[in-house]
């Protein structure tokens, strides 16, 4: 049996048609996103509400920037009587529905920042989901006193 090759110009062509013809698997958007910039070396804060458009639930498993050497997911929550803030390993968002980063609840905790940050920029972050999906989204940085966006 004789095997033929097709020539490279083939070949670009299918493959362009196969890239055309894949749905779009990205079901997640990043909404109302914002940083509360704070001063000097103190850590901000950054919000947003993530929404699930899929038929399954999502679970959002951190973030980066290459504006921010440090990015955790932190959510904080009143526990007797005051309000402490722990380190987790993911937020759910659920099958068409939505979550949200906010003040007093889940957020981002930026530090070590790669440039002078202030209000009024705009800072690039990925946010990372369980089974490998990720999102871009710029988050633009509102004032110490800002309490949503």
């Known amino acids: 049996m004789k095997l033929r090759t097709l020539p490279a110009a083939a070949l670009l062509a299918m493959t362009a048609c196969v890239a055309v013809a894949a749905p779009a698997t990205n079901t997640l958007r990043v909404e109302h996103a914002w940083i509360r910039w704070l001063p000097a070396t103190l850590p901000a804060a ?10 399954a639930p999502a679970r959002l498993t951190g973030a980066s920037s290459p504006d921010y050497g440090m990015v955790m997911l932190h959510r904080s929550q009143l526990e007797n009587g005051s309000s402490a803030m ?9 099958a068409h529905g939505k979550a949200a ?5 889940y957020h981002l905790m930026l530090s ?3 440039r002078p940050i202030k209000p009024g920029d ?8 369980a089974g490998g999906e990720s ?4 988050f633009p940085v509102r004032p110490a006193n800002t309490s949503s966006p």
Do not use: C
Request: charged fraction near 15%.
């Open 101 to 105: 980063l906010s003040p007093g609840g």
């Open 86 to 94: 722990t380190m987790v390993s993911g937020m759910d968002i659920p």
């Open 122 to 129: 705009t800072v690039h972050m990925t946010l990372h989901f």
């Open 112 to 114: 070590d920042p790669a």
């Open 135 to 138: 999102i871009r989204a710029d």
């Open 46 to 55: 950054a919000y947003a509400v993530i929404e699930n458009d899929s038929s």
